[in-house]
């Protein structure tokens, strides 16, 4: 039987001391140690025990700490406001948290394996594929917005954040919800420049049209001013409801007779403005507008609605300003053609 000491390990003093001490004690053979020897070896070898005792019980600790950072780590992704994603190059679903699997209405577990592509709005797939391979192109870190489309084909709109996991084999995509914010944001810049109670461009808009338009090639430039008559008796009969309902009516009538691409704004509490670049003759849009206020006038006999027009046409920017004061002025002719009309009726 070979020695057990010319297997231990080089450099191991204290294990070859005791595989020593052990072989000798099985094979009968006798010590040659002192009493005190030996008992610096027992006494080596409990220190040695309780070393690894105490190593053991920090290694308990720390897998512990390991285990509870990892089971909160967890939680945290799991349970994030923010949707959490790692996708591999070809764009497959590899992990995703329960706030991501919610952004597209979508069990977590059907979600894996999937590509993520296939939830990205068609008009951003492209944009969406160029986002993909920049992150693994080498980019740190990669931020932009996209359209996504969940399982009921509800459209969102979320920002997203996009980095390398070490491997560099995955990438790990954030992505935060902003549709409301869009929305809320889209609310606030039709309101910027739209009239409330008429849903028609506002004054702040109309002027700049107007400024837009003295640099612009669109000449000539046709302008209506058209006013409501009346319309204090108005409110003061019948109230300001029926008042409004005469100011939506007017913007209704003023809209459908010209083109789309024509500026119908409310200027004033009773005063509305039209621009109509590229047009000579205001003739076909002013016959329109009498057509709809006839129409309206034979409905509504108790509460008919009148407007008093002027028009102007400007073929160059240096005669635009003179223009709407000369179609500013024609509607006040008209008005007034109109209020001694209705006198002598």
Do not use: W
């Not at 720390?62 to 909160?72: F, N, Q």
């Not at 849903?199 to 000449?219: I, K, P, Q, V």
């Amino acid at each position: 039987m070979d020695h057990p000491k010319n297997s231990a390990p080089e450099g191991n003093r204290l294990r070859h001391r005791a595989e020593d001490y052990l072989f000798m004690q099985r094979s009968g053979k006798t010590l040659s140690r002192t009493d005190s020897e030996i008992q610096g070896l027992l006494h080596e070898l409990q220190v040695h025990q309780i070393e690894l005792e105490m190593q053991n019980t920090e290694l308990r600790r720390t897998r512990d700490e390991l285990e509870t950072s990892l089971s909160m780590y967890t939680n945290l992704y799991n349970f994030a406001p923010v949707g959490y994603f790692t996708l591999t190059r070809d764009g497959t679903i590899q992990a995703v948290n329960h706030s991501g699997a919610a952004l597209l209405n979508s069990e977590l577990s059907r979600l894996l394996g999937k590509r993520f592509g296939q939830y990205v709005s068609p008009e951003d797939r492209a944009s969406f594929a160029i986002f993909l391979e920049k992150i693994f192109a080498g980019r740190d870190k990669i931020e932009g917005e996209i359209t996504l489309l969940n399982t009921k084909n509800m459209p969102l709109i979320v920002r997203i954040e996009a980095v390398k996991t070490v491997s560099m084999q995955e990438c790990l995509f954030a992505l935060i919800d902003i549709t409301k914010n869009r929305h809320y944001e889209e609310k606030l810049q039709y309101l910027s420049a739209h009239d409330t109670l008429t849903g028609l461009f506002n004054r702040s808009f109309f002027d700049a049209e107007l400024e837009r338009l003295m640099d612009s090639r669109l000449y000539p430039v046709s302008i209506i001013i058209a006013d409501v008559d009346d319309l204090k008796g108005i409110n003061d009969t019948f109230g300001h409801a029926a008042g409004d309902q005469m100011i939506k009516l007017a913007a209704k009538v003023l809209r459908h007779a010209v083109r789309p691409e024509d500026v119908v704004a409310r200027i004033g509490g009773d005063e509305f403005a039209v621009l109509l670049p590229q047009t000579t003759s205001t003739d076909e849009a002013f016959l329109r507008m009498r057509q709809s206020q006839d129409t309206i006038q034979f409905e509504s006999k108790e509460l008919p609605l009148r407007l008093s027009l002027g028009a102007a046409t400007a073929r160059n920017s240096g005669q635009l300003r003179d223009a709407m004061h000369l179609a500013d002025l024609r509607m006040y002719e008209d008005k007034n053609t109109n209020r001694q009309g209705r006198s002598e009726g």
